[in-house]
């Protein structure tokens, strides 16, 4: 299959090639049209499956910028009413329909004759939804949506002082690698004792979220809320059994990694102790990385990085910068964290991220690139629903790209000295992510297996997870009260419920990726462009299978390719 950087947007055949959507009324007679037309061949069936996939990439797509919007300025009000309108007067009238269509394409007897091979991963989407569809969940669902953009509304207010000058965190975080120690502890407590002054709202917020949520499990015939989202999120195949299986084998082949790579960091620095300031830290003498001032020099070099790797995946990002589509730099009222959002209609994503000049700012934007590149790469598939490919290859995409492209790094970096210490600062994250994950994860086990539980009692198992996960050479004393809240910063526990293992799978494909690439990087990139042209259109094994991997959460396999990782980290 060929590709293009150049994608144009989808042709309308269906809907009017102005049309907008504004309110109910005008969407309302193309949704009554869809289901009421007749369907008499297996050409009427695909030209109806045609128009309703054109029909639901416009939605999808008018749905995606009121959000970006509202991202990119949070204090923003009339882009805020923007999105609850949205949320809260079209999304509730559009689902019953939905769920009509979904019913009408499984009873069509004609859908049995469309070809198996590309239909397969559809059609079963198809049916999970039809089978979670409640009438008494919509009014539920509106509100979620809107209530889980309060939380970059609270953390996008965020700011510290820092020697006269305001910064939001996102910024504030580059101190934490000043060369002075005092200096990062100072900081250190700023950002956290910031962030323990909403710890009443964001915990209010939390509760009012969990509730909603376990009672769209409890209307939907689940025992749990974390049953339910592995439905939706259509985890077909892992449990949450091999969920508990990998945050065991964290524990066991990780961990031990982690705590050499502490205990390396605390000598390099010349410490007896070392303190959660001092994990980014250099020692004395050396300057944090800085790889770019501005958000156009950062967009530059990861283009021009991009083109080293394959032209086409430079080709990306030129056009999403001439389109517009890229917001980088950190500011205050901007919600926090960073994302790629596909456009089901235009094709060209937008990414959003909080650059701030730090090293950890060039992993986020290939992480980011990596994501959009796979957005391009399933355009061109024939339905919108061929695109929703499942999040774990959508990660495999990001965080292989931050591996591929470290190779291409001296765009960033002058000095080979720099370099080297970039790539041993990645290596090491792809380390030290794991137990964060682990976390977070069986964090949300717990939370949705307890739903009714107090706020005590979620601090409690809180700190009881994070203290089997964090390497016994950091010393945290006299930091309870800011590590009790340390899940509040997690953005996902708020706006994307349960996805988050998605990374820790994910990481697991992105190094075998990169270990083919480096016995041959061209097998490897044609692995990963076949992989991720297919959209959602294979199941995850095989999706893993054509960018030549295995599927295996096993803790053998993850201490080999832990093994591995170190073993490159020791060649450097």
């Known amino acids: 299959m060929n590709y293009s950087a150049d994608l144009k947007k989808l042709s309308r055949h269906f809907l009017p090639t102005d049309f907008v959507i504004t309110d109910w009324e005008t969407l309302h007679p193309y949704l009554i049209n869809l289901d009421e037309r007749e369907i008499n061949s297996l050409a009427d069936l695909e030209k109806w499956l045609k128009d309703a996939s054109e029909l639901e990439a416009v939605i999808s797509e008018d749905a995606c910028w009121r959000q970006i919007k509202m991202t990119c300025d949070t204090e923003n009000k009339e882009l805020e009413e923007s999105f609850n309108y ?19 394409l499984i009873e069509i007897p004609f859908t049995q004759k469309l070809d198996a091979d590309n239909y397969f991963t559809y059609l079963r989407n198809v049916k999970k939804n039809i089978e979670l569809f409640r009438e008494i969940n ?27 000058q305001e910064y939001t965190l996102q910024q504030a975080a580059k101190f934490l690698e000043d060369e002075d120690r005092s200096v990062r502890e100072e900081v250190y407590r700023k950002i956290n004792k910031r962030r323990l002054e909403d710890k009443e709202a964001l915990n209010n917020l939390f509760t009012s979220l969990l509730q909603k949520r376990d009672q769209v499990a409890v209307n939907t015939d689940f025992e749990n809320y974390r049953d339910f989202r592995f439905k939706e999120l259509g985890r077909f195949d892992y449990t949450k059994e091999d969920c508990f299986q990998f945050h065991e084998a964290v524990k066991l082949h990780v961990m031990p990694l982690v705590n050499q790579i502490y205990e390396a960091k605390k000598k390099k620095l010349g410490l007896d102790t070392l303190r959660p300031w001092d ?34 995946f430079g080709d990306c990002l030129r056009k999403m910068k001439e389109l517009g589509h890229l917001d980088l730099e950190s500011r205050k009222g901007k919600a926090p964290g960073g994302y790629n959002c596909p456009l089901a209609e235009s094709g060209a994503p937008f990414i959003f991220m909080n650059a701030a000049g730090q090293f950890d700012d060039v992993t986020t934007m290939v992480h980011e690139g990596g994501h959009a590149i796979h957005s391009f790469l399933a355009h061109e598939l024939q339905l919108t629903g061929f695109k929703e490919y499942p999040t774990e290859i959508a990660e495999v995409a990001s965080m292989a790209m931050e591996l591929f492209s470290m190779d291409k790094w001296n765009v960033f970096f002058d000095s080979p000295e720099e370099l080297k210490r970039a790539k041993e600062q990645q290596l090491e994250r792809v380390i030290t992510i794991f137990p964060w994950i682990a976390t977070i994860d069986k964090f949300q086990h717990w939370i949705y297996e307890n739903p009714n539980h107090t706020e005590e009692e979620r601090s409690a198992e809180w700190m009881k997870i994070t203290d089997e996960f964090s390497s016994p050479v950091i010393d945290f004393s006299g930091l309870e009260e800011y590590r009790r809240y340390g899940w509040q910063r997690q953005l996902h526990l708020y706006e994307v419920p349960f996805y988050y293992i998605e990374y820790g799978i994910a990481q697991l494909g992105a190094i075998g990726l990169w270990q083919q690439y480096k016995q041959d990087p061209e097998t490897a990139m044609n ?29 053998g396999h993850i201490k080999q390719l832990m093994e591995f990782v170190k073993t490159e980290l020791e060649s450097l």
Not at 138 to 164: C, R
């Open 527 to 555: 692995n990963y462009v076949t992989a991720l042209q297919l959209g959602g259109t294979k199941t995850l094994p095989e999706l893993f299978k054509a960018a030549g991997l295995q599927f295996d959460l096993s803790p």
């Open 279 to 312: 994990v980014e830290a250099e020692p004395a003498g050396i300057q944090p990385l800085r790889p770019f001032k501005t958000g156009e020099e950062l967009t530059e070099k990861t283009i021009a990085c991009f083109d080293e790797l394959k032209s086409f």
């Open 138 to 164: 919509i009014p539920i669902n509106a509100e979620l949506n809107v209530m889980q953009q309060q939380f970059g509304a609270i953390s996008g207010k965020m700011t510290v002082e820092v020697n006269g």
């Open 86 to 104: 949205f949320m809260m007067e079209i999304q509730p009238k559009v689902q019953p329909y939905s769920d009509k269509l979904n019913k009408k």
